[in-house]
C-alpha cells in the first residue's frame, strides 16, 4: 500500500511539474507574440498607418487601369524628403504598359515585346513619386511632391500621395485577377512593415458637381505600420532638462544615439563647419553629425522657466546637430500630465493628441506655416524655440520628484531617448513650490508674536 502510494505521489508531482512546464512555454509563447505585434504599435498613435488603395477604375484588353492612392493616417509622423518608395511582387506575369503621376526606377527586360514596350517588365516593379514642375500629361491628382507626405494630425490635405497605373497580362475582371503581394514601403528609409493585400468594399466617388455616384470596379487596401526598432538599432534625438530653481543641467545621456559617427564628426568653430558644400545631403543620407558627447542629429531642451501662482511655464528649444539635413514640416510630441490644460503656446502651432479619450496627457507642437516650419541645418539658425504657458491642477501640480519635466518626447515621430530620472534637477530644500502655504505661515507666526505681546 505504502509502494502505491509513494508511486501515486510521484505521479502527481510528475503531472503538476509537466503542467507547471507547459504554462510557462505558454506564457513565453505569448509574450513573443505580444512583442513581436507590438514591434509596430505607438502607444501615443495606436491607430497611425499608411494605407495604400487601389482602385480598379477600368478593364482593358489584357489588364486594368487603377488609381493607387496612399494617405498617411499618422497624426505627427510624415515622409520626408527624398520621399516615399513603393514595391511589390506581381502574382503571375503582369507589366506595367503605362504610369501618370509616378514613374518606375527601371524598366527591366522588356524584349519580348514588339511594337508598344511596356514601362516596366519587372516581376517586382520599385516606384517613385514625380518631382514638382513635371509636364501637366504625366501629373495626376496629388501626385508629383517628390514623395513627401505630411502627416496626418499636422495637414490632413498634404498627407495624400496618388498616382495611375495601367497594368498588361492581368485578369479582366474581378474574378480572375490575382492582387499583387509582398508589399514593401520606404518613408523614406526602412521602418515600415506592410501587410496582404486585401479586397474591401468598392470606393464611391462622387462627380465634381456632386450630383452623381461612381464607384471603382474593384478596390483592395494594403495597410503599412512603422516600428522604430526596424527603422534604427539607436535613437535619432535625445532629451536634456533644466529648471528655474537648480542650476545643474541635466544634459542628454552619453552616446544617447550612439557613437558611430564620432571619427567623422566636426566641431562647432572649426574651419570645416564653414567649409562651401557642407550642407550638401549624399545619397545615402549619411549623416554629418556637430560634434557632441551624445552623438544625437537632434537635441530637445525643456526648460521649467516660472512659476507663478495659478500658471507656470516651460521652454522648449529644439536643436540640429546634422549639417546635412533641415527638417521641413517638423513635429515634436509631449506627454505630460498637465497637457490637459494649456492655456497658450507661444511662436508654435499646437495640437491636443487624444488617442484614449479619458486621457488627455499628450500634444503636438510644429512650426507655423513660412515662419519656423524649417528647422535647418548644425549652425547658428538650427534650433527653433517656444514657450508654453500651463494653469495649474492644485491637487497634482508640483515640482518635487521631476513631476514638471514631460514622460515621452517624440521628434517627427521617433521616440527621443530621456536622461536617467535619478539626474533630473531636483528641488532644493529650502524651497517650496507653494508660494501661498509659506505666507500662510508667516501669518501664523506673525498673530502669535502678537497675541504673546
Request: one cysteine or more; glycine letters at 6%.
Amino acid at each position: 500500500m505504502e509502494f502505491d502510494k509513494s508511486a501515486k505521489d510521484c505521479y502527481q508531482s510528475l503531472q503538476c511539474s509537466s503542467l507547471a512546464e507547459m504554462k510557462l512555454v505558454f506564457l513565453i509563447a505569448l509574450v513573443s507574440m505580444i512583442v513581436s505585434h507590438a514591434a509596430a504599435y505607438d502607444p501615443l498613435d495606436p491607430n497611425g498607418n499608411i494605407t495604400i488603395k487601389w482602385d480598379v477604375m477600368s478593364w482593358t484588353a489584357d489588364g486594368y487601369v487603377a488609381a493607387v492612392t496612399m494617405n498617411n493616417f499618422q497624426m505627427y509622423r510624415h515622409i520626408i524628403s527624398p520621399g516615399w518608395t513603393l514595391s511589390w511582387s506581381w502574382a503571375k506575369k503582369e507589366v506595367i504598359w503605362s504610369m501618370v503621376g509616378a514613374q518606375t526606377t527601371e524598366q527591366g527586360d522588356c524584349s519580348k515585346f514588339t511594337g508598344n514596350i511596356p514601362h516596366c517588365c519587372k516581376k517586382t516593379p520599385v516606384v517613385v513619386d514625380l518631382l514638382p514642375g513635371v509636364p501637366y500629361n504625366q501629373q495626376y491628382s496629388n501626385c508629383c511632391k517628390g514623395g513627401v507626405m505630411a502627416a496626418w494630425g499636422q495637414d490632413p490635405t498634404s498627407s495624400v500621395s496618388a498616382f495611375q497605373v495601367s497594368v498588361g497580362l492581368a485578369g479582366t475582371s474581378n474574378k480572375t485577377v490575382k492582387l499583387p503581394k509582398n508589399f514593401t514601403l520606404l518613408g523614406p528609409g526602412p521602418g515600415y512593415t506592410c501587410g496582404p493585400a486585401k479586397v474591401v468594399p468598392s470606393t464611391v466617388f462622387l462627380t465634381p458637381d456632386r450630383r452623381r455616384k461612381t464607384q471603382a470596379l474593384m478596390t483592395w487596401n494594403v495597410t503599412c505600420t512603422y516600428s522604430q526598432f526596424l527603422a534604427s538599432k539607436n535613437p535619432t534625438c535625445c532629451v536634456s532638462f533644466s529648471s528655474f530653481y537648480n542650476e545643474t543641467i541635466t544634459p542628454c545621456p552619453t552616446c544617447a544615439c550612439g557613437c558611430q559617427n564620432k571619427n567623422s564628426c566636426i566641431k562647432s568653430n572649426s574651419k570645416e563647419s564653414h567649409k562651401r558644400g557642407i550642407n550638401t545631403p549624399k545619397k545615402d543620407n549619411t549623416p554629418l553629425l556637430q560634434c557632441t558627447h551624445h552623438m544625437c542629429p537632434v537635441r530637445v531642451h525643456w526648460h521649467v522657466k516660472v512659476n507663478y501662482r495659478d500658471y507656470w511655464r516651460a521652454k522648449v528649444a529644439v536643436t540640429n546637430f546634422n549639417y546635412r539635413m533641415n527638417y521641413t514640416e517638423w513635429t515634436l510630441v509631449v506627454q505630460h500630465p498637465n497637457l490637459n490644460n494649456v492655456t497658450q503656446v507661444f511662436s508654435f502651432d499646437y495640437k491636443p493628441l487624444v488617442p484614449y479619450e479619458s486621457i488627455n496627457d499628450t500634444g503636438m507642437f510644429y512650426g507655423m506655416k513660412f515662419y519656423n516650419d524649417l528647422l535647418m541645418e548644425a549652425g547658428p539658425f538650427g534650433n527653433v524655440q517656444s514657450e508654453v504657458l500651463l494653469q495649474k491642477d492644485k491637487n497634482t501640480f508640483s515640482l518635487k520628484q521631476g513631476w514638471a519635466f514631460p514622460r515621452k518626447v517624440y521628434f517627427n515621430g521617433d521616440e527621443c531617448m530621456l536622461p536617467p530620472p535619478d539626474t533630473y534637477p531636483y528641488l532644493p530644500n529650502s524651497a517650496n513650490e507653494n508660494p501661498t502655504s509659506i505666507l500662510a505661515m508667516a501669518a501664523s507666526l506673525l498673530l502669535v508674536m502678537l497675541s504673546m505681546g
